[in-house]
């Protein structure tokens, strides 16, 4: 079975912050994405990765950035965290060319 | 107009009953559906995966894709309270490399006891 882990289920961070979040696949997947997810808005694209240190904006890249060192290793970074970066936060994998993404449990996220 | 559209419900059905959840789209260039089951506070995982127009059973769920009316459904039959959960439709273009996924806002069912 795919399995992707993340690092916190939960945070709790305050306005100016800058904070982590990690995730990590087993599969050997090319493909590394990070969504947020929001009641009314659904999952939207923060960044992808296709390669190790590649990477590309997706659709709401704004106050964010992306790390991919290794492989199986995809960071989120916000890099200075404001109220409106509440959210879920979704990583997910895919094997390149495959149309099907696994997801980890999701980290919720809270600035204060 | 959203690429993806999904009534987000919330759909409340007795135990038992057969439960109907759609998506309609507008890109005819959508090849691959697929549907995630998200239950509450977690990650959406995977439940069913379809290439181009036609049905998919697996176990008590259907897929189906009508792409001359950009229309996918999934049907759940004899429902569960332990199918109670959001469900998310997703569809992506049929060409290589990369293919960003498209997802509808997903629908919440209820099924009751």
């Known amino acids: 079975d795919v399995k992707v882990t993340q690092s916190s289920r939960y945070l709790v961070k305050r306005t100016g912050e800058k904070v982590f979040l990690e995730c990590v696949q087993d599969m050997d997947h090319e493909n590394m994405f990070w969504y947020r997810q929001d009641p009314g808005l659904g999952l939207r694209l923060i960044y992808f990765?296709?390669?190790?240190?590649?990477?590309e904006k997706g659709d709401i890249p704004e106050g964010y950035s992306v790390s991919r060192e290794k492989k199986e290793r995809f960071s989120l970074i916000l890099e200075s965290a404001s109220t409106n970066q509440t959210s879920m936060y979704l990583c997910?994998?895919?094997?390149?060319?495959?149309?099907?993404?696994?997801f980890g449990p999701g980290t919720r996220l809270l600035v204060l | 107009q959203k690429e993806v559209e999904q009534d987000p419900g919330p759909l409340s059905v007795p135990e038992g009953a057969i439960v109907s959840l759609n998506c309609t789209y507008s890109?005819?260039?959508?090849?691959?559906f697929m549907w995630y089951r998200q239950y509450s506070r977690k990650g959406p995982e995977l439940l069913m995966y379809t290439y181009s127009s036609g049905n998919k059973e697996d176990g008590r769920f259907t897929a189906q894709v009508d792409k001359s009316s950009k229309y996918i459904s999934l049907f759940i039959r004899d429902s569960q309270p332990s199918d109670s959960a959001t469900y998310l439709c997703a569809m992506t273009p049929n060409s290589g490399g990369y293919q960003k996924v498209t997802f509808g806002i997903g629908t919440k069912l209820q099924v009751i006891p």
């Open positions: 990765s296709y390669d190790v240190k590649m990477k």
């Open positions: 890109n005819s260039a959508f090849q691959y």
């Open positions: 997910a994998s895919s094997s390149q060319g495959r149309e099907t993404q696994y």
